[in-house]
């Protein structure tokens, strides 16, 4: 749409003869300064545009692959990219089935990942971590086997996996050594509630992790517990989906182990919390110890003679598990987590 104005339009002005010449001089100055500065710089050009194409022609990691699949270059044919596509959002089911402990689910998913992308090293490690929670050892050492076959694994990869490795060994052996006709088939303990991670201390395809949980002294008569939470890298996470709990359990006059009476206080100690920083945030909660007497403890709350027995902390995001901690390690067993909150 055009617009209109209501004041004439400004008269053109005479170009003189001197105006002219000083601008054809002007001009040619800055062509000259323009071929000096390329003739300077032309070899360090030459070069960047060398290494540019260089770099054009080397295979760049893909962008869909697991974090261990870009640590690892591929020794095999790359898949079509359907192919890696549907194995990227089936390694991510089987993940998230695994972090819910429907370990059959798991298995399959990851069987079908695996025929997509036959050999791959990540692959082979989920399947081991999945066939150890099935309680089957035996054939978790031999994903494990053929995973680190894998020349290009990287340290922080390859020597936990020996490590497994060799403890399922020892398991499957002392097992065949009480029952000679045991199968290898056997469960192996884990130790400590820290579950299998990945490379970066996550829950296999959870959104948020627990990094650390300390329980110290606070006041007189009070224990605070700090909680580390750390979301995972790139990922955005919607702040009203997380929740987090914790739980203090004490021990009765009878030996009974019962979640405590006593008024749990918890604060953010790093807010704003944005979970865009790449940094852990901070959640201290306040637990008034229940031989305390101190106003808001078990023993102030009707419940006297309790001692403190430990806690549990768990994390939610959008209403599903992501991780937990637990001292002692007994406790999530006996006071078992939901893997999914109600609405």
């Known amino acids: 749409m055009a617009v209109s104005t209501s004041h004439p339009p400004i008269p053109r002005q005479?170009?003189?003869?001197?105006?002219?010449?000083?601008?054809?001089i002007l001009a040619l100055v800055a062509i000259v300064q323009v071929l000096a500065i390329f003739v300077h710089f032309f070899p360090?050009?030459?070069?960047q545009v060398a290494d540019?194409?260089?770099?054009?022609?080397?295979?760049?990691?893909?962008?869909?692959?697991?974090?261990?699949?870009?640590?690892?270059?591929?020794?095999?044919?790359?898949?079509p990219p359907a192919d890696l596509l549907r194995a990227q959002k089936l390694f991510a089911d089987a993940d998230r089935n695994y972090r819910i402990g429907d370990f059959e689910t798991a298995l399959k998913t990851i069987e079908e990942v695996e025929v997509l992308i036959p050999g791959?090293?990540?692959?082979?490690l989920r399947k081991a971590q999945i066939l150890e929670r099935l309680d089957q050892p035996g054939e978790a050492v031999l994903a494990l086997e053929e995973a680190l076959k894998y020349p290009g694994l990287p340290p922080e990869i390859r020597i936990p996996a020996e490590k497994k490795l060799a403890q399922l060994a020892e398991t499957i052996g002392t097992e065949t050594k009480a029952n000679p006709k045991s199968t290898g088939n056997t469960a192996y303990a884990e130790s400590g509630n820290?579950?299998?991670?990945?490379?970066?201390?996550?829950?296999?395809g959870a959104s948020l992790s627990i990094i650390d949980a300390r329980?110290?002294?606070?006041?007189?008569?009070?224990?605070?517990?700090?909680v580390?939470?750390?979301?995972?890298?790139?990922?955005?996470?919607?702040?009203?989906?997380?929740?987090?709990?914790i739980y203090f359990y004490e021990e009765t006059e009878d030996g009974e182990i019962v979640v405590t009476d006593s008024q749990v206080k918890t604060q953010w100690l790093s807010p704003p919390v944005d979970w865009g920083a790449d940094e852990p945030e901070l959640l201290e909660g306040q637990y008034p110890l229940p031989e305390s007497g101190l106003p808001g403890s078990s023993a102030a709350n009707g419940a006297p003679g309790r001692k403190y027995h430990g806690f549990v902390v768990a994390l939610y995001y959008k209403n599903e598990l992501q991780d937990f901690r637990s001292e002692p390690s007994r406790l999530v067993k006996d006071f078992p987590l939901q893997l999914y909150l109600k609405e």
Do not use: H, Y
């Open 14 to 24: 005479p170009i003189g003869a001197t105006f002219v010449v000083a601008i054809s």
């Open 228 to 245: 580390a939470v750390k979301s995972r890298p790139g990922e955005a996470i919607n702040i009203p989906d997380v929740r987090i709990f």
């Open 44 to 47: 360090a050009i030459r070069q």
């Open 52 to 79: 540019s194409a260089v770099q054009s022609q080397a295979p760049q990691p893909d962008p869909m692959a697991s974090p261990l699949q870009q640590q690892v270059q591929p020794v095999q044919q790359t898949p």
């Open 194 to 204: 820290e579950g299998v991670r990945d490379p970066i201390g996550f829950q296999p």
């Open 215 to 226: 329980l110290r002294d606070g006041k007189a008569g009070m224990k605070s517990l700090r």
């Open 120 to 124: 791959d090293p990540s692959v082979l």
